[in-house]
């Protein structure tokens, strides 16, 4: 690769722009979820009815700091736990239909945002920043977003505890 540096300020300015856009996505759900807790609520719309270690790892903390947040969201009515059928002793959490709506929601407005963005380049640009991307995306290691109207909302965060 050429000028690492160049490349690394590129990306940095470039991941301002993206924090400004999840910041004003989540604007709209301000005082219901944290940060964290809407990245708890991401993980359950991405993996599903999942076990209190397999969240607090996909989160990367403590299970005793996954289950306080877990306890506030199933307090609000945005998660809510059930016994596991595989195995009684295991309770599983899930998202329930309000905690789907908010993921939904934000992950519009996120997505909205990004697309008049993008709309403003010019098309070649577009391209060649797509491959960056992609690039960029599959040398860390993070799985691709769905196309528009997908069921899951893989926004981020599932596998990286430094997020």
Known sequence: ????????????????????????????????????????????????????????ELLGVNPSTAMRMIDRLNAVGFVDRR?????????????????????????????????AIVGRMDPAQGTALVEALTAFTEAAGEPAVPPAGHDAYPLGWANDPAQ
């Open 83 to 115: 016994a596991n059928p595989d195995n009684r002793r295991e309770t599983l959490i899930q998202l329930t239909a309000d905690g789907h709506r908010i993921v939904d929601e934000v992950t519009t407005r996120r997505r909205e945002e990004i697309a």
């Open 1 to 56: 690769m050429g000028d690492v540096d160049a490349v690394t300020r590129a990306v940095l300015t470039a991941s301002r722009v993206l924090v400004g856009v999840s910041a004003r996505s989540l604007s709209a759900v301000e005082g219901k979820v944290t940060l964290p807790q809407f990245r708890l609520l991401v993980v359950l719309s991405v993996h599903g009815a999942t076990n209190l270690s397999t969240v607090a």
